[in-house]
């Protein structure tokens, strides 16, 4: 007989706290940790870089198919890759929660265990949040980050003749939530923890910024949507070229082979989480490349390096920044206006 769990509500506040401090990560920087009213947390540079995202259930996550472990890993990862992607060193995070009173303790613990494993490897700590009542799952994280000297690396930087670059993979993620949604996770492991733990190379954020990268961000809602931000601050066009977005080729149109061949026409992706599944129902090959081009939640860094630059590994050229004419700035796939949805849209999707 299975031991029945530990719940929320049946652990005071107080206790709950006490096994989450201990498994938060701490940091050289972290000069009050939790247990204050706040933190303190040195500045050497003078200035932070600061976000925040959140996640929330049957939104963001279903709890039915991601962990504790695998929520507390991608709120992290999210906010880490907003700072790196601004040339900054992750410093601190505060984490707020909001939760049943019949989730388990255990899911609790592991969050923070999912925390701490993305933070520990960057030195960045949790220094604090708060804990609250509700009739679902919030997760709500403030990231704050180091410059170390640096100037920042903003999205409106790129200009005509820059090679457009990116570091991490593409596709992956909305892959993995499609199998996820399909009941189909058994065809391809390696997609859905591309989806449930994001692993992008958080480490080539400062480095691309040490390299002269001229404008970054990371890909979240889509390569197409974002692409077309850094664009539009930009005043340029970013041309992409397919070509060189096929890393995950085979991989990516083995799993839309597979979903066609189960359901049809391919099993869409719902609102219930955020990577967008590009334009299912479709042919394979269309929609592993809508994966790619509009698919969320890699976490990638987009840059754009001046063409005589040397790009920091894990960094390979995918287009070129052109000039805009007309003031019509935007995204470009060899050369033609991309025909398909662009990706997230929190309000729409």
Do not use: K
Request: hydrophobic fraction near 45%; glycine fraction near 12%; charge should be negative.
């Amino acid at each position: 007989m299975s031991e029945t769990p530990l719940l929320v509500r049946d652990v005071p506040e107080e206790a709950l706290l006490a096994r989450i401090f201990p498994l938060l990560p701490t940091a050289p920087t972290t000069l009050v940790g939790p247990g204050d009213d706040c933190a303190v947390v040195a500045a050497p540079d003078g200035r932070y870089v600061v976000s925040t995202d959140v996640l929330v259930e049957d939104r963001h996550f279903r709890r039915r198919w991601s962990s504790g472990y695998d929520v507390g890993w991608r709120a992290a990862v999210q906010n880490l890759a907003d700072v790196v992607s601004m040339g900054a060193r992750p410093a601190a995070l505060v984490v707020s929660l909001v939760m049943p009173g019949d989730l388990p303790v255990d899911w609790v613990t592991g969050l923070a265990r999912g925390l701490a494993d993305a933070c520990t490897p960057l030195g960045a700590a949790v220094v604090g949040g708060d804990l609250s009542g509700g009739d679902q799952v919030v997760v709500a994280v403030t990231v704050h980050g180091d410059l170390e000297g640096r100037d920042p690396v903003l999205r409106s930087g790129a200009r005509p003749g820059d090679v457009v670059a990116l570091a991490g993979s593409l596709g992956r993620s909305a892959a993995g939530l499609a199998l996820l949604d399909a009941d189909r996770a058994d065809l391809d492991d390696a997609l859905v923890v591309a989806h449930l733990r994001p692993d992008p190379p958080l480490a080539a954020g400062p480095a691309a910024a040490a390299a002269g990268a001229t404008a970054m961000m990371d890909v979240s809602d889509g390569l197409l949507r974002d692409a077309g931000r850094m664009a539009r601050a930009s005043g340029v066009v970013v041309d992409l070229e397919l070509a060189a977005l096929d890393a995950d080729r085979d991989r990516l149109r083995a799993a839309a082979a597979a979903l066609d061949g189960a359901s049809g026409d391919g099993a869409r992706a719902t609102d219930g989480a955020r990577a967008t599944d590009g334009d299912a129902g479709t042919d394979v090959g269309d929609r592993a490349e809508g994966w790619v081009l509009s698919g969320g939640e890699d976490h990638a860094l987009l840059a754009t390096f001046p063409a005589d630059a040397d790009l920091p590994d894990g960094f390979r050229a995918i287009g070129a920044a052109r000039r805009a004419w007309c003031d019509d700035p935007g995204v470009r796939v060899d050369g033609r206006v991309a025909r398909r949805a662009t990706g997230w849209d929190h309000f729409r999707a």
